[in-house]
């Protein structure tokens, strides 16, 4: 079965029993040619209603199919996880260490789109505030200066570019003051929490 929408009128189906590709295309022009086709991909096989989105009067179905298929096993108890984790429930050491270089690979890959970022953009939604959370996430669990310096960079570059939008948090200048105060807090510089928090309030 073809389908082809037909604004305003609705649909008007075609019968055409197991088309291929190519008379896909044939029946898809012969019905361009006679001017019934005004919108991109209004052409369904009846085959696939179930795995492809479509539209009919500007209504669109979502597809039934909503989750990716698991290629792993079920869990089966203790022993299917040995490898991950120790009689104590804590990560192995070489689970640990994968993870660790994991999230390395995925930071290079972060820090190499970063060149392109929107050096105004200070929210802690989509811009340097966010990624100083980031790091200030990892500073928290890993425990390495490092994490906690690069969190520092970004969320000085966040307050060189405050917008003076001081009552959101994720999209004003709320976000990255917060942000900093836990940073210089962290960084024992009680001197600058305490600025960013009075910057805070006279905000508020």
Not at 26 to 44: D, F, K, M, N, Q
Request: proline share 5%; glycine share 8%; net charge negative.
């Amino acid at each position: 079965m073809l389908m082809a929408i037909l604004p305003p009128i609705g649909l008007l189906q075609y019968s055409i029993p197991e088309l291929g590709s190519e008379q896909i295309m044939e029946a898809a022009s012969e019905i361009a040619e006679r001017g019934l086709v005004v919108t991109p991909c209004v052409l369904l096989r009846s085959d696939e209603k179930n795995s492809t989105v479509h539209t009919h009067r500007g209504h669109s179905k979502m597809s039934e199919q909503r989750a990716f298929k698991n290629p792993y096993p079920d869990y089966t108890g203790p022993g299917c996880a040995q490898d991950l984790f120790d009689m104590q429930g804590n990560l192995t050491q070489h689970f640990a260490s994968r993870i660790s270089s994991k999230i390395s690979e995925l930071l290079s890959v972060m820090e190499n789109g970063l060149k392109n970022a929107d050096p105004r953009d200070c929210t802690g939604y989509t811009g340097w505030a966010g990624i100083a959370v980031l790091y200030l996430h990892l500073h928290s669990i890993f425990g390495e200066p490092l994490f906690l310096q690069k969190a520092l960079d970004y969320v000085s570059h966040s307050l060189r570019s405050l917008t003076q939008r001081w009552v959101t948090f994720l999209c004003g200048d709320a976000g990255p003051l917060a942000v900093a105060a836990v940073v210089y807090h962290r960084l024992q510089k009680p001197h600058e929490a305490e600025e960013c928090v009075n910057s805070l309030q006279i905000g508020a």
